[in-house]
């Protein structure tokens, strides 16, 4: 069956320094990949998202890029703040199909 | 907009009250979805309506009763509810089977 899988948190930084968090996957065919965030309290928010092989999603200064060839779609960011401590989960999406298949999640926590 | 409203924000019942959990979206989508979230996992679908009809039911206890009265609302109606399903309650929206899924903030719901 389907699976993503994430590194395993807790993730801890200083502010300002580069963020990556690994994903993988294993699915057929071609599914849409997509990376949520869920912040302390609150529900899931989409982050952002790639729907075919070499796509790159962006959003607030986050990146990942659909990699086929490694069945990967790694999220980054350049320099993280404070308020980037969440939980973040990697999540696939078959075609033609509801369910989103998800990551275990990975919580960043950015300190000062 | 991309928004999805959950109602109430949070839920305190007994084993044997009937509640129920509300969802609104006013973006037009056709997909509404009902995930259920314990501490430090990922979501797991419960249900999901397409086009106002139940089409995934991913073996939910019957104490768990879904509703779409419309193409905007979709409720969850809950009765004789076990302390372990004590949990975050969320509800997403999508154009379709194969678009990203919008989230709500969730209902907290503590069963005693």
């Known amino acids: 069956g389907d699976s993503v899988t994430q590194m395993e948190g807790p993730v801890t930084l200083s502010e300002e320094a580069f963020l990556t968090i690994n994903c993988t996957y294993t699915a057929t065919g071609y599914p849409s990949l997509f990376w949520y965030v869920q912040y302390p309290g609150e529900g899931l928010q989409l982050l952002l998202k790639a729907t075919k092989a070499d796509d790159k999603g962006s959003n607030k200064g986050f990146e990942a890029t659909y990699r086929k060839e490694t069945t990967s779609f790694h999220l980054e960011k350049g320099s993280v703040q404070v308020s980037d401590s969440a939980v973040y989960f990697c999540a696939l999406l078959k075609a033609a199909g509801n369910k989103l298949t998800f990551g275990g999640g990975t919580r960043v926590l950015v300190k000062p | 907009d991309t928004e999805v409203t959950q109602t109430p924000k949070h839920l305190v019942m007994g084993m044997t009250n009937k509640k129920s959990l509300k969802c609104e979206q006013h973006?037009?989508?056709?997909?509404m979805y009902w995930y259920k979230q314990k501490a430090k996992k990922p979501p797991e679908l419960m249900f999901v309506?397409?086009?106002?009809?139940?089409?995934i039911n991913e073996s939910v206890p019957s104490r768990f009763s879904p509703e779409c009265p419309n193409s905007s609302l979709l409720n969850l109606h809950l009765h004789a509810l076990q302390p372990e399903d004590s949990a975050l309650y969320l509800c997403?929206?999508?154009?379709?089977?194969?678009?990203?899924?919008?989230f709500g903030p969730g209902t907290r719901l503590t069963v005693t």
């Open positions: 309506y397409s086009y106002e009809k139940l089409s």
């Open positions: 997403a929206s999508s154009h379709g089977r194969d678009y990203e899924q919008y």
């Open positions: 973006m037009g989508h056709r997909a």
